[in-house]
């Protein structure tokens, strides 16, 4: 009897310890496809109706060179129309039904098979600075958030998860030690593919740029030209040939609400996305609020809590800061990322609702990678004691 429990414990640890590439990999495959099976069976909801069922130009992908002309949605009897400019979002969802036809279930497949690969990418990416287990763990919490179910389940939210897909990957080949000139067209390419599945792409150019400066500074000259040449080309194809702007039109309350309005949600804002991250306890869809007034439970409560955190921040920055030149820089990556992710949403350029779960899938990143940095430190710490 001792002898069998002493194999069934030798054969569970097998599966951790040593913790290979390949092994991480499949738990996470595994773990996504457990946890998100469900959705997978959901219907057609909300904006899939005008970005899918309704607009005739995704139906067919013969239309390819179309969609870098036109907006994402049908608008009346038009398809094509609308003030979003997502070209690489709409070619998927089009191959998507060209294949499949209206069948919800392969859109959800492909949007979990992406989302798996983001968070198999985010753990390589983490491995390259943390330890293995460490880094595996923190893809895990990606992988199944709760914060993140919208980006994953709702079809047409996965303009998230491709705008992440390209930018994560050109920072993955960042990472080598020598970046030559075929990779850096290429990490352009991919960042042009970002921009071009949703504006919010722009945070991958300019993180790629703060990795650069970071780490390959003697690139950083042709990596800012490069960078360059990729805003010229998207502005080209959004605003020359698409002809679409930024909106002007009153779609929603935080829209039509005054400047100072805005900045008195911003406390509000902020702590909802960080107090949903840490008590994922209640998940809406489509908030529209506005704070007027600066009372104590909509204004003092969120402002005291955003400040607190903000300062934790910080203090665990600069703790990670003092240890060594390579927490320094990692540091400094990870606390510009989930600042500038926050920063362009928190309603200083309004935007089309209050608050929305889909818009952490990128500050996250930064917020897991500091937490990362700062348990290893503990961990290294307590092992040397």
Sequence with gaps: MPHEQHEEEWSIKQYFVPLTFTKAITFIILIGLTVYFNSLFNGFVGDDNGQILDNQLVHSVSNFFAFFSSGSFSGGNSAGAGIYYKPVFSIVLSSIYSTFGPVPFFFHLTQLLLHIVNASLVFYLFSRILRRHLALVLALIFLVHPINSESVIYISDMQEILFFFFGILSLVISTKKTI?????????????????????????????IIYTYLFHRKNLNMYLLSSIFVILL????????????????????????????????????????????????????????????????NFIMPLFVSLLFIVALFWGASILIKIDKQYKSYTILFVIWFLSGMLLHVQIFPLDATVADRWFYFPIIGLLGIIGLLAQHIYLHWKLK
């Design 180 to 208: 030559s000139i075929r990779s850096t067209i290429l990490i352009q390419v991919l960042l042009l593919l970002s921009l071009l599945s949703k504006e919010t792409g722009i945070l991958f150019l300019f993180i790629s």
């Design 234 to 297: 998207y502005s080209i194809l959004r605003f020359m040939i698409a002809g679409i702007y930024f909106n002007n039109n009153i779609l929603n309350p935080i829209m039509d609400a005054t400047l100072a309005e805005r900045f008195l949600s911003i406390p509000a804002i902020f702590s909802y996305y960080v107090s949903t991250f840490f008590f994922p306890k209640e998940l809406l869809f489509n908030q529209q609020w506005v704070i007027k007034f600066a009372d104590t439970t």
